[in-house]
């Protein structure tokens, strides 16, 4: 199912779970920087933080998502 999962036929649970958390970061980092292209000003520097909290959060996923393969070998 997943390639280089040790256990053919069998999926993990976790790292499904980690994908998921994964995938809505980087959907919520696309929404957050496409909405700054019609900011200006104050409006525009809001926009720029919710995008780098965002984007912090969707690093956090990524390395959560690569440890786990790691560790877990999936």
Excluded: N
Aim: proline share 3%; hydrophobic share 35%.
């Amino acid at each position: 199912l997943f390639p280089g999962y040790p256990h053919k036929g069998m999926v993990c649970v976790e790292k499904i779970r980690l994908l998921d958390r994964y995938a809505a970061a980087t959907s919520a980092l696309y929404s957050a920087v496409a909405k700054l292209q019609s900011k200006t000003g104050a409006e525009f520097r809001e926009g720029l933080a919710t995008s780098e909290t965002a984007r912090a959060e969707c690093t956090k996923a990524r390395r959560a998502l690569r440890d786990h393969s790691v560790q877990h070998g999936c």
